[in-house]
């Protein structure tokens, strides 16, 4: 499973912005995706994850602000964020499993992206 980020940007606060991650290669082992971000300094962590059941789950300092979703036909998954803080300044990462669960822990993901920079000032 190969996955290419792409969207991230830099913004003012209260912007908005959608990040995208094209899925390649062995897409049927992608049952579960996730957005994880790690600011300088700090551990990776998880933001929001989606599994093929719908299933969605989204870190709490995050609930309300950003939307997880996916265009299977497209083979992309989509974080729209929106009210942006510069406590969301961070590399933003795209990862997926075969498991079909729908965690936030990085320890779940055996696939991931290079990453997309955003950047809230």
């Known amino acids: 499973v190969q996955l290419v980020e792409s969207g991230g940007d830099s913004v003012q606060a209260g912007g908005s912005l959608r990040l995208s991650c094209l899925v390649s290669g062995r897409t049927y082992l992608a049952n579960s995706m996730a957005w994880f971000r790690q600011a300088s300094g700090k551990e990776r962590e998880g933001v929001a994850a989606?599994?093929?059941?719908?299933?969605?789950s989204y870190a709490d300092s995050v609930k309300g602000r950003f939307t997880i979703s996916k265009d299977n036909a497209e083979n992309t998954l989509y974080l729209h964020m929106n009210s942006l803080k510069p406590e969301d300044t961070a590399m933003y990462y795209c990862?997926?499993?075969?498991?079909?669960?729908?965690?936030?822990?990085?320890?779940?993901?055996?696939?991931w992206g290079q990453g997309t920079q955003v950047t809230v000032s």
């Open positions: 989606l599994n093929s059941a719908g299933s969605t």
């Open positions: 990862a997926a499993d075969w498991s079909g669960r729908c965690g936030l822990w990085v320890g779940e993901y055996n696939y």
